[in-house]
């Protein structure tokens, strides 16, 4: 074939896809952010890794259960509900400082990516027994 014959069907090519594309607005584009399709947000869920739920009670000076335990690169939620007063859940390591509002539930997420003992504390103020609410993280290897 020549080249005349070559571009000819390029070009002929390019038009029939042109045509059959489905065309989109510039409402349904967003410039500058990639698709997302179901496929993949569902991939990437399923190969995330588990996750290491704690649930805590914030009441009248304490946390119920006022040591946690994980390990090193765990992704760990800790579901905190008030159940007396405002509280506050402040965890420095990790830069955490979640207020929890009276009678609500509030939940933190992050990966314990390094190992120790990190403490934590009430980081609203409650009442006079206040500086007693607190707690620690321990992170294991």
Same mark, same amino acid.
């Given at each position: 074939? *020549?080249r005349?014959? *070559? #571009?000819?069907? =390029?070009?002929?090519?390019?038009?029939t896809?042109?045509? =059959?594309?489905p065309?989109?607005? #510039?409402s $349904? +584009?967003?410039?500058?952010?990639?698709?997302?399709?179901? #496929?993949?947000? $569902? $991939?990437?869920?399923?190969q995330q890794?588990?996750?290491?739920?704690?649930?805590?009670t914030?009441?009248?000076?304490?946390?119920?259960s006022?040591?946690?335990?994980?390990?090193?690169?765990e +992704?760990? +939620?800790? =579901?905190? !509900?008030a !159940?007396?007063?405002?509280h506050?859940?402040?965890?420095?390591?990790? *830069?955490i400082?979640q207020?929890i509002?009276?009678e609500?539930? =509030?939940t933190?997420?992050?990966?314990?990516?390094?190992?120790?003992?990190?403490?934590?504390?009430? #980081?609203?103020?409650c009442g006079f027994?206040?500086?007693?609410?607190?707690?620690?993280l321990?992170?294991?290897?």
């Amino acid at each position: 074939m *020549n080249r005349f014959t *070559n #571009s000819a069907l =390029v070009l002929l090519s390019l038009s029939t896809f042109a045509c =059959v594309a489905p065309a989109q607005s #510039s409402s $349904q +584009r967003t410039a500058g952010k990639p698709e997302v399709h179901a #496929s993949a947000v $569902q $991939q990437s869920a399923t190969q995330q890794s588990p996750v290491h739920e704690i649930q805590l009670t914030a009441k009248k000076f304490e946390f119920t259960s006022d040591t946690i335990h994980v390990k090193k690169g765990e +992704r760990v +939620r800790i =579901v905190i !509900t008030a !159940t007396d007063h405002d509280h506050g859940f402040k965890l420095d390591e990790f *830069n955490i400082d979640q207020k929890i509002k009276k009678e609500t539930t =509030v939940t933190v997420e992050f990966t314990a990516d390094h190992a120790g003992t990190f403490p934590f504390h009430c #980081s609203t103020f409650c009442g006079f027994g206040h500086g007693k609410m607190k707690g620690a993280l321990i992170v294991d290897e």
